[in-house]
């Protein structure tokens, strides 16, 4: 069984969701070779994308690098007290800190803005808390949670860091593009591992693979049983294009 929402909590590769919908239970059709360690299911938030990430031509024209990483560990970031806009004891989100160990480089765009991290800290999606403070686990839809022991292909754009008036500064971080910036990589397969808090296998994952025909066919289905080797030369035949842009610049600081 699976649940989603919209919620107002971000992932690394997701912006602000614009509304909250109440949860809904939804029947979760779970392809063979599918695994979960907890019967409760997994809460699915929907949210809106930072950028385009579904083809290649999306990756190259607004990641700095494609990498292949697994992930270490994690820890909750625990509601803060003093902050009235994630007080204690409300429910919600709760999320996660994971950090990520960059095993190899897969590509790069021309002049990236960064050098490429060794390793990375994670924003992800942790739980959604109840009122009675009972944690469910949380996952946005349609990419993977992030968890320890598995390993992801992903696309990285480097955020710099960022001063808006009036509010804490913001450090500057890794991010994603969007829910299709993810791969799931386990054992050197893609869309084989953790994906929306659940285990699959590459049949599992090539049966749930849109067609080429589908309008919405991406860079995750084309690839699905392939190796990072075949996304980097991917990768590496794609042009960008133009940057869209996406409403009012950050505040950098100065």
Request: one cysteine or more; hydrophobic letters at 35%.
């Amino acid at each position: 069984m699976s649940r989603r929402t919209r919620t107002a909590a971000i992932g690394a590769g997701a912006a602000l969701a614009v509304s909250v919908c109440a949860l809904a239970a939804v029947a979760h059709s779970r392809p063979a070779g599918d695994t979960h360690a907890q019967d409760k299911g997994v809460i699915l938030a929907e949210g809106n994308d930072r950028h385009p990430s579904r083809t290649a031509r999306d990756w190259v024209t607004y990641a700095d690098y494609a990498v292949v990483v697994t992930a270490l560990d994690d820890s909750a970031i625990e509601p803060d007290a003093d902050d009235p806009d994630n007080p204690v004891g409300d429910s919600g989100p709760v999320m996660r800190k994971v950090r990520l160990r960059v095993d190899k480089i897969l590509w790069s765009k021309e002049k990236p803005a960064h050098e490429p991290p060794a390793a990375f800290d994670w924003n992800a999606f942790g739980w959604h808390q109840d009122e009675d403070g009972e944690r469910i686990e949380m996952s946005g839809a349609h990419e993977p949670r992030i968890e320890p022991g598995h390993s992801y292909v992903m696309a990285l754009q480097w955020q710099a860091p960022q001063c808006p008036p009036g509010d804490d500064p913001v450090p500057g971080q890794w991010r994603g593009l969007g829910d299709e910036s993810t791969i799931p990589y386990d054992q050197g397969v893609l869309g084989q591992g953790e994906f929306e808090g659940r285990t699959r296998t590459a049949p599992a994952a090539e049966e749930s693979a849109l067609p080429s025909a589908d309008p919405n066919f991406g860079l995750r289905d084309e690839l699905v049983g392939r190796s990072a080797e075949d996304l980097a030369a991917k990768l590496g035949e794609t042009q960008p294009g133009t940057p869209e842009t996406a409403g009012e610049p950050a505040d950098a600081c100065t």
